[in-house]
Nanobody, 124 residues
Framework: VQLQASGGGVVQAGGSLRLSCEASESSSDSTIMGWFRQAPGKERVFVAAISRRGGSTQYANSVKGRFDISRDRAKNAVYLQMNTLKPEDTAVYYC??????????????????WGQGTRVTVSS
């Protein structure tokens, strides 16, 4: 499974961006899709994840209420709507897919497939 992320860019604080990630195929080992981000000089951290049918989601506390994750099963795609962006949201955003158990959705190590990353820069 190959993941292709897009939608990054430069935006002013308070603005919005929508990231997209399309998978090359639907696979039984990529039912959970998520987003992680890595700021310069920092570790990759969890942002959000969504179940196969979209009925369950998880968010990092830092983005709750501002970001919304969704998916389109027909397109094998996952989206991240980012609103009220802050300078601290600046990072490279990576989409990921795998089959982690619910309690492990936030752990990068359990995802099998990764996209190439898309850069988001939020200016103050």
């Amino acid at each position: 499974v190959q993941l292709q992320a897009s939608g990054g860019g430069v935006v002013q604080a308070g603005g919005s961006l929508r990231l997209s990630c399309e998978a090359s195929e639907s696979s039984s080992d990529s039912t959970i899709m998520g987003w992680f981000r890595q700021a310069p000089g920092k570790e990759r951290v969890f942002v959000a994840a969504i179940s196969r049918r979209g009925g369950s989601t998880q968010y990092a506390n830092s983005v709750k209420g501002r970001f919304d994750i969704s998916r389109d099963r027909a397109k094998n795609a996952v989206y991240l709507q980012m609103n009220t962006l802050k300078p601290e949201d600046t990072a490279v955003y990576y989409c990921a897919a795998g089959v982690p158990v619910l309690s492990a959705w936030s752990q990068a190590g359990v995802y099998r497939y990764w996209g190439q990353g898309t850069r988001v820069t939020v200016s103050s």
